[in-house]
């Protein structure tokens, strides 16, 4: 009988060892964690009545890979939908403070979170030329690149923190998020990106007789 070990017991580790099972139920499958639980870095505490994820609070269900594990071990029907208050209202701690991240252009305008050539390097990232193909670059990387520092050290920081609970500058932006790549090298820019998206969607919306997103 094959003998499987898993060295890890977080998110990943976890996946593997349960569709090798699975798909393998004749083997014997062990998963190394040096943690007192499994889990890796998620985590759920509750504090005086409130519910504080102490890792990754959420994922993207724009491919099928996450909600299918979920349907697998029966926990589809566990789900909570984000709230439109919580995708409007996000803070970040800098500074010893709470600061809201801003929701639109006005709002990176007028926030705290990033000093003048901050502000001045994300508004104009639809105009910085887009690099040529070249290694696998890393979130912080990216961001650095087409955002800028202080961007990239806040907003790509607490973007990852919150879906995927590792390190920017250890994650591979075209396995954690392939969608910015891809549009920098069809659009020339993330922002045009999204807008031709949202443009896209919107035409597909109303062909279809739907009130536009």
């Not at 491919?63 to 071990?73: C, F, I, K, Q, S």
């Not at 887009?130 to 912080?140: D, K, L, N, T, V």
């Not at 790549?181 to 062909?207: D, L, N, T």
């Amino acid at each position: 009988m094959p003998h499987v070990v898993v060295v890890g017991g977080g998110l990943t580790g976890l996946t593997v060892a349960f569709r090798l099972k699975q798909y393998a139920p004749g083997a014997a499958v062990t998963v190394l964690e040096p943690r007192d639980r499994p889990g890796g870095n998620i985590v759920t505490e509750q504090h005086r009545g409130f519910t504080v994820e102490c890792g990754p609070n959420g994922f993207l269900d724009r491919t099928p890979a996450v909600p299918n594990l979920v349907h697998d071990l029966g926990l589809s029907d566990r789900l909570i939908a984000a709230s439109d208050g919580s995708r409007k209202n996000r803070y970040v701690f800098v500074g010893g403070k709470m600061r809201k991240l801003p929701g639109g252009p006005l709002g990176l305008l007028t926030t705290p979170l990033l000093s003048l050539r901050g502000k001045w390097q994300l508004i104009t990232e639809p105009w910085r030329r887009a690099a040529a193909p070249a290694a696998e670059e890393s979130i912080q990387e990216f961001a650095t690149r087409r955002a800028g520092r202080e961007a990239a050290d806040i907003f790509a920081d607490a973007l990852v923190t919150g879906i995927h609970g590792g390190d920017p500058a250890m994650l591979s932006v075209a396995a954690a998020f392939p969608r910015l790549p891809v549009m920098e090298r069809e659009a020339g820019s993330v922002v045009r990106g999204f807008m031709r998206a949202a443009k896209k969607r919107k035409a597909e919306a109303i062909e279809r007789g739907e009130p536009a997103p």
